[in-house]
C-alpha cells in the first residue's frame, strides 16, 4: 500500500515471527526509531514510541499517509485495493460492499486486535501453574520487582501504559525523543533489537542499561541472569506456535 508499491503493513511486521522486521530502523525512509511488534499492539493505551496515536484506527491511518512509512493516502490504498478481483469479494462477503475507506480502516484494525500471544510461561504461573516456573525464573522476577522494573513494566501487557522519560539518572541513548511509550515486554526476548534507536542487540546489555539509566542501580552478573531468565518466561503463542525470533 505504499505510494511506491514496494510496502505493505508486513514488510515491517512479520507475524510469521515476531510481529517485526530484520532491519532495526523503520523500512521506507532512515529514522533513528527501531519498529516495535504489532503482536499485542491493541493491549497498549497508546500506539508508536512517542504515544502520538491513542487509538488502531488513528495509528494505521498514520501508517500509511506518514512520509517515513508509506507516504500514500486511504483514498489511493482503496483505490489500488479495490483493482484485486479476489480481495474486493472478500470485502463484500465480509462488509456487503465493496472496499472503501471505513471497511479498509476496519479491517485492518479488527485483524490487529487478533494479534495477542497469551499462553506464556509466566501467564500459567500467574493462573496457578507453579511448575511453570524454575527456581531462577522465579528469583528473577523477585528481584525485577525489588528492583522497581515493575514500576514501568507493569499490567497486561507487561508495559505499554504510559509515557515517561528515558535516561533519568544517566544517559539511556544518544539520540531520540527524550520521552518515550514503556514498551511491552511480551516475547521481548524474540524481539531485538531494544530500545528506540536499537543500540542494546541482546537482553543482558539492555537490562544493565535499565537498570544504570533509569534505576541508578549497577548489576551483578547474576542479577542479570536471573531477570533475563524471567523475561524469557513472557514469550507467548501466536496461533498455537510459540513467537519466534525473527531473522537478523
Same mark, same amino acid.
Given at each position: 500500500?505504499?505510494?511506491?508499491?514496494?510496502?505493505?503493513?508486513?514488510?515491517?511486521?512479520?507475524?510469521?515471527?515476531?510481529?517485526?522486521?530484520?532491519?532495526?530502523?523503520?523500512?521506507?525512509?532512515?529514522?533513528?526509531?527501531?519498529?516495535?511488534?504489532?503482536?499485542?499492539?491493541?493491549?497498549? !493505551?497508546?500506539?508508536?514510541?512517542?504515544?502520538? #496515536?491513542?487509538?488502531? #484506527?488513528?495509528?494505521?491511518?498514520?501508517?500509511?499517509?506518514?512520509?517515513?512509512?508509506?507516504?500514500?493516502?486511504?483514498?489511493?490504498?482503496?483505490?489500488?485495493?479495490?483493482?484485486?478481483?479476489?480481495?474486493?469479494?472478500? $470485502?463484500?462477503?465480509? #462488509?456487503?460492499?465493496?472496499?472503501?475507506?471505513?471497511?479498509?480502516?476496519?479491517?485492518?484494525?479488527?485483524?490487529?486486535?487478533?494479534?495477542?500471544?497469551?499462553? *506464556?510461561?509466566?501467564?500459567?504461573?500467574?493462573?496457578?501453574?507453579? *511448575?511453570?516456573?524454575?527456581?531462577?525464573?522465579?528469583?528473577? !522476577?523477585? +528481584?525485577?520487582?525489588?528492583?522497581?522494573?515493575?514500576?514501568?513494566?507493569?499490567?497486561?501487557?507487561?508495559?505499554?501504559?504510559?509515557?515517561?522519560?528515558?535516561?533519568?539518572?544517566?544517559?539511556?541513548?544518544?539520540?531520540?525523543?527524550?520521552?518515550?511509550?514503556?514498551?511491552?515486554?511480551?516475547?521481548?526476548?524474540?524481539?531485538?533489537? #531494544? $530500545?528506540?534507536?536499537?543500540?542494546?542487540?541482546?537482553?543482558?546489555?539492555?537490562?544493565?542499561?535499565?537498570?544504570?539509566?533509569?534505576?541508578?542501580?549497577?548489576?551483578?552478573?547474576?542479577?542479570?541472569?536471573?531477570?533475563?531468565? !524471567?523475561?524469557?518466561?513472557? +514469550?507467548?503463542? !501466536?496461533?498455537?506456535?510459540?513467537?519466534?525470533?525473527?531473522?537478523?
Amino acid at each position: 500500500m505504499s505510494a511506491d508499491g514496494r510496502f505493505s503493513c508486513s514488510s515491517c511486521h512479520d507475524i510469521r515471527t515476531n510481529g517485526i522486521d530484520s532491519e532495526t530502523k523503520h523500512a521506507v525512509t532512515p529514522r533513528t526509531l527501531n519498529t516495535l511488534t504489532v503482536l499485542n499492539a491493541a493491549l497498549s !493505551y497508546r500506539l508508536t514510541w512517542e504515544g502520538q #496515536y491513542r487509538s488502531l #484506527y488513528e495509528q494505521a491511518e498514520a501508517s500509511i499517509t506518514d512520509p517515513a512509512n508509506m507516504h500514500s493516502s486511504v483514498e489511493e490504498a482503496v483505490r489500488r485495493l479495490r483493482s484485486d478481483i479476489v480481495l474486493n469479494a472478500l $470485502f463484500r462477503a465480509a #462488509y456487503g460492499r465493496q472496499i472503501d475507506r471505513a471497511n479498509l480502516l476496519d479491517a485492518l484494525v479488527t485483524f490487529e486486535q487478533s494479534l495477542l500471544t497469551p499462553g *506464556s510461561r509466566f501467564d500459567r504461573w500467574l493462573e496457578g501453574d507453579a *511448575s511453570a516456573l524454575s527456581v531462577v525464573e522465579l528469583e528473577g !522476577y523477585r +528481584t525485577f520487582k525489588a528492583l522497581g522494573c515493575s514500576a514501568c513494566h507493569q499490567g497486561v501487557n507487561a508495559g505499554a501504559n504510559f509515557i515517561t522519560r528515558q535516561g533519568i539518572f544517566s544517559p539511556l541513548v544518544l539520540s531520540g525523543p527524550s520521552r518515550v511509550r514503556v514498551p511491552s515486554l511480551r516475547n521481548v526476548e524474540a524481539t531485538p533489537p #531494544y $530500545f528506540h534507536d536499537g543500540s542494546a542487540a541482546t537482553l543482558e546489555d539492555a537490562v544493565r542499561r535499565m537498570a544504570t539509566a533509569q534505576l541508578d542501580r549497577t548489576l551483578t552478573d547474576e542479577q542479570v541472569r536471573s531477570i533475563v531468565a !524471567y523475561l524469557k518466561t513472557l +514469550t507467548g503463542n !501466536y496461533r498455537g506456535k510459540p513467537v519466534a525470533r525473527g531473522t537478523q
